[in-house]
């Protein structure tokens, strides 16, 4: 009998519509076609996923975690409804309620705060990407205690760039990835902006260029990387310094690059008797002075005939100045900085540190690009080419998460420089609205008033010490001491001293903590048992500590166990969302381009878009800039607001359709604008013309395009920062000069950490633990199938990492007599845990590691009690501390980079033992009982015929 083939259908119909809209699944932002079919009950259901062909950020491209979104829409883990804590706090014991009694609640614990004392009232967002607005919020209420999570993920990276060169890396900027032939990376994990850098990684592999990791660890993107570099931890910035030393010696810098377009050439106060020692020269006019080799004497940076000097002196008065950059060489032309005196200390070899430097001489120089493109800069000099130094760099978490991170960050900002790697063909590029000198930032506010909006906004860019937010006292105004002689430049705020500092009634006491999306009971927090402890500790009369608890979040996370009220948030699906230039762009290099969310699916429960919820909340409580005099609403949700708030006239949360609809950047409200999105794929994109796509800061052909787009009033040239002056301000001020002067115990502290040029030092950690009792480094990474403390409820997700071991390098290995299947005890000096381990090779071999945000605690996120995430998962948080160990000298330390407060996640050190293996994890938390239960053992559902 003849073999018959089965009949197929090899074109079935997928879906009955395409909705398209913006993926939330990490910070990446990437377009996404999300297929609908109609389900069993008549409404439109998801049926998958996949990427948007032509969204300007992923281009089609789509990750698991993308992919993964369908399960969060359809999590067992969802709020379902509005919340009010009957039990004690910690037991999940809550009576549901309508959203009118909710906000009824709400307006009832705030409108007093409002009124009588917004200070008391610390409102504090997680991975929130609509930080414009929530700031809008606690400006107009009043509250200088507002920030969102990057004190305790990146600021150090961000900081450092704006302060240095106007932007950082990932958001702020991205390689040319077309034109680059060396690419270095530094810290850098898979959740980041993942989708764009695969791709680009995919066209330097393509053509051939080199890639070279730096990482204690090797996974992901490191793993494909030519050359891996198994730095010791907290270490970068010394390495860092030593590439300068050897480029220094060799001659191997952009002499034209740094005269031009930094202020390496501008003169330096060398008077060690004036109050303005060390600042930097200016004329009358306010303007830079350099050296003009022509005359020998100072002039005008920005005169189009100057000539300056990078080596010369200037003597008056008897009194030496020099430039900036005369200063930087002579303190990284030291032989403290040689490869030979960093090598131990790094785990790099002298010769590896020798040769890595040669490489990025070599193709910087012999390789260097040029482009056929006029162009002409701010001092009106007409440029016939573009030329360019095709080595680009990008650093993420791993090396700002340090106590020295800051300093760090700031001197791989300064080795891109020195190369003149920066705005050029083949270098690191900004995205617009970036660059943006620091000058064009405003500087922090907090001097909170009943009843009254703060007069700017909360975070900002100090200029020196004046911009401190201390009352006439000396004391911090606000709840985590940002802005203060502890953490000056704690642009992104301390939301991992919040709870701590709330509990200690230090600086003040407060009455109400509102957090949003911020799992700070669990993998978000320092210290985990002992913010447990502090969420639920009580006066002697029985009252809580930290008085009331309002909490926001989609999901039944460990957080929700202890909120007083909990106002459930929709899934990224069910909800309009905006990604704006306001707040944290999507663009490329080549264009600027927003986005936004729509509700695609209609939620099945009673739940509210967070942003919604409080633009109802401010309306109800009459909040200024939410309501007109009369007590009108501006706005009734915020789709309304996305249309219609300006944040000065013609300028909106979005650039697109704006006017007629075909106004752009600039333009009143049109009624019409989410519609024209949803109808172009749920973005806007316009391009930067072709002769201002390099050399952005100095190009007025950039600077005019940005202008007519509205980033900018008038034109913003600036000079790049090698010699932060700001920084130089607060050492002055630890020196005795100015008005506002730090604390006798702060002053050392602070003339050391505030160099104007960058600096290494080891970890704070290292002054307070003994390194011979903790010998052994341990980091956390996020898995490329994880972003958010989500993934490991969502059940694909969950497939691919469902536990997770700590993972040792050979030597450690060995020593202990390691076998697979064994266990060990991880001992720090704040605590310790038993967990699972594995055998790594490529691994840093004083370092242990294992992925961030997998174990989950019993009863969380509808997971059964047996789940591999709450009995093999496990958090290092339990071995991390906010604070540091005390050291003799009556004071406790924040664990924390003493410039800009981040949380320094991995500065930490252990020890390890071998342990027989135990039944769970260990410390094992009392189970949590959750407001929704335990989900289903199997997830199913019927989408469609």
Same mark, same amino acid.
């Given at each position: 009998m003849a073999h018959t083939q089965p009949?197929?259908?090899?074109?079935?119909?997928?879906?009955?519509?395409?909705?398209?809209?913006? *993926?939330?699944? *990490?910070? #990446? !932002? #990437?377009?996404? &076609?999300?297929?609908?079919?109609?389900?069993?009950?008549?409404?439109?259901?998801?049926?998958?996923?996949?990427?948007?062909?032509?969204?300007?950020?992923? %281009?089609?491209?789509? *990750?698991? %975690?993308?992919?993964?979104?369908?399960? /969060?829409?359809?999590?067992?883990?969802?709020?379902k409804t509005p919340l009010l804590r009957t039990g004690p706090r910690g037991s999940g014991e809550f009576r549901e309620i309508g959203w009118e009694e909710a906000l009824s609640t709400a307006v009832g614990w705030l409108n007093?705060?409002?009124?009588?004392?917004?200070?008391?009232?610390?409102?504090?967002?997680?991975?929130?990407?609509?930080?414009? +607005?929530?700031?809008?919020?606690?400006?107009?209420?009043?509250?200088?205690?507002?920030?969102?999570?990057?004190?305790? #993920?990146?600021?150090?990276?961000?900081?450092?760039?704006?302060?240095?060169?106007?932007?950082?890396?990932?958001?702020?900027?991205?390689?040319?990835? &077309?034109?680059?032939?060396?690419?270095?990376?530094?810290?850098?994990?898979?959740?980041?902006?993942?989708?764009?850098?695969?791709?680009?990684?995919?066209?330097?592999?393509?053509?051939?260029?080199?890639?070279?990791?730096?990482?204690?660890?090797?996974?992901?993107?490191?793993?494909?990387? &030519?050359?891996?570099?198994?730095?010791?931890?907290?270490?970068?910035?010394l390495f860092i310094l030593s590439l300068i030393h050897c480029l220094l010696k060799a001659g191997k810098i952009d002499l034209e690059y740094l005269t031009r377009f930094t202020n390496a050439p501008v003169l330096v106060n060398g008077d060690e008797k004036s109050p303005e020692h060390g600042l930097l020269m200016r004329d009358d006019d306010g303007k830079f002075l350099v050296l003009d080799r022509r005359t020998g004497k100072p002039a005008p940076y920005d005169d189009p005939a100057v000539q300056p000097d990078l080596a010369g002196t200037w003597r008056k008065a008897g009194v030496t100045h020099q430039p900036a950059f005369q200063l930087l060489a002579e303190r990284y032309l030291s032989d403290d900085y040689a490869p030979e005196a960093v090598a131990e200390r790094c785990g790099v070899p002298a010769k590896r540190i020798r040769h890595i430097a040669g490489e990025l001489a070599r193709v910087a120089f012999d390789e260097a690009i040029e482009i056929d493109r006029p162009w002409t800069d701010f001092r009106g000099v007409r440029h016939e080419k573009m030329t360019g130094r095709p080595v680009s760099f990008h650093a993420m978490r791993g090396i700002s998460a340090h106590s020295n991170g800051f300093q760090t960050c700031r001197a791989l900002h300064v080795l891109q420089i020195l190369l003149g790697s920066v705005e050029v063909p083949g270098g690191f590029r900004f995205k617009p609205p970036y660059p943006k000198p620091v000058e064009a930032h405003p500087t922090p506010h907090g001097n909170g008033r009943p009843g009254r909006p703060l007069d700017g906004p909360h975070l900002g860019f100090p200029?020196?010490?004046?911009?401190?937010?201390?009352?006439?006292?000396?004391?911090?105004?606000?709840?985590?001491?940002?802005?203060?002689?502890?953490?000056?430049?704690?642009?992104?705020?301390?939301?991992?001293?919040?709870?701590?500092?709330?509990?200690?009634?230090?600086?003040?006491?407060?009455?109400?903590? +509102?957090?949003?999306?911020?799992?700070?009971?669990?993998?978000?927090?320092?210290?985990?048992?002992?913010?447990?402890?502090?969420?639920?500790?009580?006066?002697?009369?029985?009252?809580?500590?930290?008085? !009331?608890?309002?909490?926001?979040?989609?999901?039944?996370?460990?957080?929700?166990?202890?909120?007083?009220l909990v106002l459930p948030d929709t899934t990224y699906l069910e909800r309009h969302d905006c990604i704006s230039l306001l707040d944290r762009p999507i663009c490329e290099a080549d264009a600027a381009a927003d986005a936004i969310r729509w509700p695609v699916v209609e939620p099945d429960r009673d739940v509210r878009g967070f942003q919604s919820v409080l633009i109802e909340l401010a309306n109800r409580l009459g909040m200024p800039g939410f309501t007109d005099e009369d007590g009108t609403p501006k706005w009734t949700d915020y789709a309304d607001y996305m249309v219609n708030h300006e944040r000065r006239p013609g300028i909106g949360p979005l650039m697109g359709f704006r006017g007629d609809g075909d106004d752009v950047g600039r333009g009143a409200p049109n009624p019409d604008q989410l519609d024209r999105y949803i109808a172009n794929g749920g973005f806007f994109e316009t391009h930067i013309p072709e002769e201002a796509a390099y050399f952005k800061p100095w190009n007025m052909a950039y600077q005019d395009w940005a202008v007519g787009l509205g980033l900018f009033d008038s034109p913003q040239p600036y000079l790049f920062s090698l010699y932060v002056e700001p920084m130089r301000r607060f050492q002055l001020a630890a020196e005795g000069h100015g008005d506002v002067q730090p604390p006798d115990h702060l002053r050392g502290q602070i003339g050391k950490v505030m160099d104007p040029l960058p600096i290494w030092y080891p970890p704070v950690e290292d002054g307070h633990v003994d390194p011979v009792e903790y010998p052994v480094h341990a980091l956390t990474q996020r898995p490329m199938a994880m972003y958010h403390s989500w993934g490991t409820q969502n059940a694909w997700l969950r497939q691919i990492h469902g536990h997770n071991p700590l993972y040792l390098p050979t030597k450690l290995w060995h020593q202990h007599g390691f076998a697979e299947g064994d266990w060990a005890k991880?001992?720090?000096?704040?605590? *310790?845990?038993?967990?699972?381990?594995?055998?790594?090779?490529?691994?840093?071999?004083?370092?242990?590691?294992?992925?961030?945000?997998?174990?989950?605690? %019993?009863?969380?996120?509808?997971?059964?009690?047996?789940?591999?995430?709450?009995?093999?998962?496990?958090?290092?948080?339990?071995?991390?501390?906010?604070?540091?160990?005390?050291?003799?000298?009556?004071?406790?330390?924040?664990?924390?980079?003493?410039?800009?407060? /981040?949380?320094?996640?991995?500065?930490?050190?252990?020890?390890?033992?071998?342990?027989?293996?135990?039944?769970?994890? /260990?410390?094992?938390?009392?189970?949590?009982?959750?407001?929704v239960g335990q989900g289903p053992p199997d997830l199913a559902w019927k989408v469609g015929k």
């Open positions: 009949a197929l259908d090899l074109s079935p119909k997928v879906s009955d519509e395409i909705r398209k809209t913006t *993926c939330y699944m *990490c910070a #990446c !932002r #990437c377009g996404i &076609d999300v297929h609908m079919k109609d389900g069993p009950d008549g409404k439109k259901r998801v049926a998958y996923i996949e990427g948007n062909r032509d969204h300007p950020v992923n %281009k089609g491209v789509l *990750c698991a %975690k993308g992919s993964a979104g369908i399960m /969060q829409v359809n999590a067992p883990s969802r709020l007093e705060l409002h009124e009588t004392a917004p200070e008391k009232l610390a409102f504090f967002t997680g991975r929130d990407q609509s930080q414009s +607005f929530t700031g809008f919020w606690a400006q107009n209420f009043g509250t200088p205690n507002y920030a969102a999570h990057g004190g305790f #993920c990146s600021v150090n990276m961000a900081a450092a760039g704006i302060y240095t060169m106007g932007g950082a890396f990932w958001e702020f900027g991205q390689p040319d990835w &077309d034109h680059t032939k060396l690419f270095m990376i530094f810290g850098v994990a898979e959740d980041h902006d993942s989708n764009p850098i695969k791709m680009g990684l995919g066209k330097l592999k393509e053509r051939g260029a080199k890639i070279i990791g730096v990482n204690p660890i090797r996974s992901g993107y490191n793993a494909i990387a &030519d050359e891996w570099v198994g730095i010791t931890p907290g270490t970068d910035g200029r020196g010490p004046e911009d401190l937010l201390l009352d006439a006292k000396g004391r911090p105004r606000r709840i985590d001491k940002a802005f203060t002689w502890e953490n000056p430049f704690s642009a992104h705020g301390l939301m991992h001293m919040v709870i701590s500092n709330a509990h200690a009634g230090d600086p003040y006491p407060i009455d109400t903590l +509102f957090m949003y999306m911020a799992n700070m009971a669990w993998n978000s927090s320092m210290n985990t048992s002992g913010v447990d402890k502090m969420l639920t500790d009580r006066h002697e009369d029985g009252r809580y500590v930290i008085p !009331r608890i309002i909490y926001s979040d989609a999901y039944s996370s460990e957080m929700v166990a202890y909120a007083d991880v001992t720090s000096a704040h605590g *310790c845990i038993v967990v699972p381990v594995a055998h790594m090779a490529a691994l840093n071999e004083h370092t242990v590691w294992t992925w961030n945000a997998i174990g989950k605690r %019993k009863g969380a996120w509808a997971l059964s009690q047996d789940a591999p995430e709450a009995t093999k998962g496990f958090l290092l948080n339990h071995l991390i501390h906010e604070l540091l160990p005390p050291k003799g000298d009556g004071l406790r330390w924040a664990n924390s980079d003493p410039v800009t407060g /981040q949380a320094a996640w991995f500065d930490l050190r252990v020890k390890i033992e071998k342990v027989p293996p135990p039944d769970e994890a /260990q410390p094992v938390r009392p189970p949590i009982t959750s407001p």
